[in-house]
C-alpha cells in the first residue's frame, strides 16, 4: 500500500491569528472504518503528533487507561515511554519502527480505534485522544506569528473522501467537534459563516 500524503494548503479565510485552507470547504470528508479499518492509527513513520502539553496528560492518565491496551501497546509504552521525541516535536509512541500506535487496539470487526478514546467513552479518563488525531485529516502548523489549518490528503483515507462527497460533507463540518474543542464555538461559528458568505458570492 502506498503511503503518499500532500497538504492542500491555498490560504482563503483568516480568523485573528489562524489562517485556513478553502480546502476545508471544498473538500469533502468522512471515515469509513468499515472500508479503511482505521489505517491511519497503524500506517505512517511516526506516531500521532502531541502538543508538549499533552504530554503531561499522558503521563497524568496512562495507568487509567492502560488495561485497554493490548500486551504490544504495553511492551512499546515500557521500552519508549508514554510519548517519544521527535524532529518535530513529540508524538505517541509506536510498536516497531513504522509500526501502529502503541494506543492502538483492534475492535471486534478488525478495525483499529483507540485505547484512550475508549476510555473516555467509557468515563475513565478525561481526556478523549490527541487533538491531532481529533482534528484529522486537518493538520495544524505552528508557526511564531500565526497557525495554519491544511487539508492533508492521504491515500489511506481515500474511502472517507468518497463517502464524504456522496454525503456532500465539507471537511470542516466533519470535525465540527475536533475544531470546537481545539478553538472554541464561537471560532467554528466564525468559519462556518465565512465559509458559507464565500461560497455564496462566487
Same mark, same amino acid.
Request: aromatic residues 10%.
Given at each position: 500500500?502506498?503511503?503518499?500524503?500532500?497538504?492542500?494548503?491555498?490560504?482563503?479565510?483568516?480568523?485573528?491569528?489562524?489562517?485556513?485552507?478553502?480546502?476545508? /470547504?471544498?473538500?469533502?470528508?468522512?471515515?469509513?472504518?468499515?472500508?479503511?479499518?482505521?489505517?491511519?492509527?497503524?500506517?505512517?513513520?511516526?506516531?500521532? !503528533?502531541?502538543?508538549?502539553?499533552?504530554?503531561?496528560?499522558?503521563?497524568?492518565?496512562?495507568?487509567?487507561?492502560?488495561?485497554?491496551?493490548?500486551?504490544?501497546?504495553?511492551? /512499546?509504552? &515500557?521500552?519508549?515511554?508514554?510519548?517519544?521525541?521527535?524532529?518535530?516535536?513529540?508524538?505517541?509512541?509506536?510498536?516497531?519502527?513504522?509500526?501502529?500506535? /502503541?494506543?492502538?487496539?483492534?475492535?471486534?470487526?478488525?478495525?483499529?480505534?483507540?485505547?484512550?478514546? &475508549?476510555?473516555?467513552?467509557?468515563?475513565?479518563?478525561?481526556?478523549?485522544? !490527541?487533538?491531532?488525531?481529533?482534528?484529522? !485529516?486537518?493538520?495544524?502548523?505552528?508557526?511564531?506569528?500565526?497557525?495554519?489549518? +491544511?487539508?492533508?490528503?492521504?491515500?489511506?483515507? +481515500?474511502?472517507?473522501?468518497?463517502?464524504?462527497?456522496?454525503?456532500?460533507? !465539507?471537511?470542516?463540518?466533519?470535525?465540527?467537534?475536533?475544531?470546537?474543542?481545539?478553538?472554541?464555538?464561537?471560532?467554528?461559528?466564525?468559519?462556518?459563516? /465565512?465559509?458559507?458568505?464565500?461560497?455564496?458570492?462566487?
Amino acid at each position: 500500500m502506498s503511503l503518499i500524503k500532500s497538504a492542500y494548503i491555498c490560504i482563503m479565510i483568516q480568523i485573528d491569528s489562524v489562517l485556513i485552507s478553502d480546502a476545508l /470547504a471544498e473538500e469533502h470528508f468522512c471515515c469509513d472504518l468499515s472500508k479503511c479499518k482505521g489505517a491511519c492509527c497503524e500506517a505512517g513513520e511516526e506516531g500521532a !503528533p502531541l502538543k508538549e502539553e499533552e504530554t503531561a496528560i499522558l503521563d497524568e492518565i496512562y495507568n487509567d487507561f492502560e488495561t485497554y491496551l493490548d500486551r504490544e501497546g504495553i511492551d /512499546a509504552v &515500557k521500552a519508549q515511554g508514554k510519548w517519544v521525541k521527535t524532529e518535530g516535536g513529540y508524538a505517541t509512541p509506536l510498536i516497531g519502527k513504522h509500526g501502529r500506535c /502503541a494506543y492502538s487496539i483492534r475492535d471486534k470487526k478488525g478495525a483499529w480505534s483507540c485505547a484512550i478514546e &475508549k476510555a473516555y467513552a467509557a468515563d475513565e479518563v478525561g481526556w478523549k485522544k !490527541p487533538i491531532s488525531c481529533h482534528l484529522y !485529516p486537518i493538520r495544524v502548523t505552528e508557526y511564531p506569528t500565526m497557525t495554519a489549518m +491544511n487539508y492533508e490528503q492521504w491515500d489511506v483515507c +481515500n474511502d472517507a473522501c468518497t463517502l464524504g462527497q456522496s454525503l456532500k460533507l !465539507p471537511i470542516y463540518n466533519f470535525c465540527k467537534d475536533s475544531i470546537e474543542r481545539a478553538y472554541g464555538e464561537e471560532f467554528y461559528q466564525i468559519m462556518d459563516e /465565512a465559509f458559507k458568505r464565500q461560497q455564496s458570492e462566487d
